[in-house]
């Protein structure tokens, strides 16, 4: 298992757009994923999951992983999250 954390910058937090495109990055992973933010756990390859979680922008946002390319999975969910800018 491995844990990340990480302070959410995007413009307007993890909104639809950019919580679809976390979901897509997680799915490409065989790993278990799970996002934490403010005590509460969700399965970041479930967009409703995502959405429920409400992540606005400065808020810490833990990343959870377990399974063969746990490594991987958080290093990629961790660039789009420091490298990917998504405004409307």
């Known amino acids: 298992m491995i844990k990340d954390v ?3 910058e995007f413009k307007n937090g993890l909104e639809a757009r950019p919580a679809a ?3 897509q990055i997680a799915s490409k992973y065989e790993s278990h994923i799970t996002i934490v933010v403010n005590e509460k756990q969700v399965n ?3 967009i409703m999951g995502m959405m429920s979680l409400g992540a606005i922008r400065g ?3 833990e990343i959870v992983a377990d399974g063969e390319d ?8 961790m ?3 420091t490298t990917q800018e998504v405004t409307e």
Do not use: G
């Not at 746990?70 to 969910?77: D, G, P, Q, R, Y």
């Open 6 to 8: 990480i302070k959410l």
């Open 21 to 23: 495109l976390f979901v």
């Open 44 to 46: 970041a390859k479930s």
């Open 59 to 61: 808020q810490n946002i």
């Open 70 to 77: 746990e490594e991987e999975a958080v290093s990629a969910l």
């Open 79 to 81: 660039k789009f999250l």
